[in-house]
């Protein structure tokens, strides 16, 4: 019996190495909904381009109407990044620091699914022009860059549920998976929506330490750990410094503390493998690189997006809230420096270093 469309596709991703694939059909679900109500509670921080809007003024994410009117299908392909390394929950290395999961890799994630996306946008269109009558169609493919809430036509293509922590989650492979779309004319046999698992649990929220879930599924980008390390410029509100911990580059705590994470699997593609140095870094070394040595060591990584007076910042707090007094070298020397953000961040790790110190001053590292 020959093979539908939809299952031929989801077939090619997986044959372009993801390890999940499903469809949507384009629709206005409830999800989409709430993304505007979202914004407009200033959960989106500084995060300008989420609310990029359409010349009729709506935002152009939560609808695939306006920027896409031919928008029939959504292919969402899904590919596993975890390594085989502790949770950060499980490290406790003083003077080193956390760099979240996703951002080890060695190739950019964006690169190496959009390539995978392509492969499967070969396919497709090779699929249809065996089919004579079949009329041109259209395509788009995306990672995180495109008018698309990935997470919500994820949920809809059967990949995993949105949990309370917001992230996308599988039941085999839980949730540390990079998505990619591809926006099709195509009428495609969509998945069944992935049920909520989630159940009565609520480690994350608790687990979360500048309380950003701040009800169930409901995330405040001001408060995240992962907002402040990597999208927010300037200094970092005090009162959230000290959740903030030794993460210097988002946060991953909601996810390691997932039950549905616990057995997830790793994978062995190569480009997901860490570079050297960024599982649980040296904070010394983060607190004091060059720019030379930023531009180097993160070409092609997400760790750019932080910038590098950022990554600083963020080294120099996660240090104050270390207590490794053999770090104040560190901190006094970045106390003269030129970037005010770096300097304001070194003040504050000081005094917290101070407040922390044991009174013979024993170094606690
Ligand atoms: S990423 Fe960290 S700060 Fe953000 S919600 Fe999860 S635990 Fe909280
Ligand atoms: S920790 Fe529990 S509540 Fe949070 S996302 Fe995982 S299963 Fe859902």
């Given at each position: 019996m020959a093979l539908d469309l939809s299952t031929l596709i989801k077939s090619a991703a997986l044959a372009a190495g993801f390890d999940l694939a499903g469809i949507a059909s384009v629709h206005e679900f409830p999800d989409l909904a709430r993304f505007p109500e979202w914004i407009a509670a200033g959960r989106a921080g500084e995060m300008k381009y989420l609310e990029s809007r359409d010349e009729a003024g709506n935002l152009r994410r939560a609808s695939l109407k306006s920027p896409?009117?031919?928008?029939r299908s959504v292919i969402v392909c899904a590919v596993n990044y975890n390594t085989d390394h502790p949770y950060s929950t499980n490290v406790n290395k003083p003077g080193h620091g956390w760099i979240s999961r996703y951002a080890w890799s060695r190739e950019d994630y964006h690169e190496s699914v959009l390539r995978r996306l392509r492969e499967v946008e070969t396919k497709l269109k090779e699929f249809c022009a065996e089919d004579p009558s079949g009329d041109p169609i259209e395509t788009r493919a995306y990672v995180d860059t495109g008018p698309v809430v990935e997470r919500v036509y994820a949920k809809y293509a059967g990949v995993g549920w949105l949990g309370k922590n917001t992230c996308v989650i599988n039941q085999q492979i839980g949730s540390w998976i990079f998505l990619g779309v591809i926006v099709t004319s195509l009428e495609l046999s969509p998945d069944l929506p992935a049920p909520d698992r989630c159940g009565t649990c609520t480690r994350c929220i608790d687990a979360c330490p500048t309380n950003?879930?701040?009800?169930?599924?409901?995330?405040d980008s001001n408060k995240c750990i992962s907002y402040l390390t990597?999208?927010?410029?300037?200094p970092i509100s005090e009162e959230l410094r000290e959740g903030?911990?030794?993460?210097?580059?988002?946060?991953d705590i909601c996810q390691d503390v997932c039950p549905w994470n616990r057995k997830a699997p790793a994978t062995d593609k190569p480009e997901f493998q860490p570079r050297e140095g960024l599982v649980n870094p040296a904070l010394a070394w983060l607190a004091e690189i060059s720019a030379e040595e930023f531009r180097e060591k993160f070409r092609g990584s997400p760790i750019k997006r932080a910038k590098h007076s950022g990554l600083r910042r963020n080294a120099l707090i996660a240090i104050g809230n270390s207590g490794a007094q053999s770090l104040l070298p560190v901190v006094e020397r970045a106390s003269q420096d030129p970037e005010p953000v770096v300097a304001e961040a070194s003040q504050w790790a000081k005094n917290r270093l101070d407040k922390t110190a044991t009174p013979n001053r024993n170094s606690v590292d």
């Open positions: 896409f009117p031919w928008a950003a879930i701040v009800a169930p599924y409901e995330l990597i999208e927010k410029r300037g903030i911990g030794q993460q210097v580059f988002g946060c």
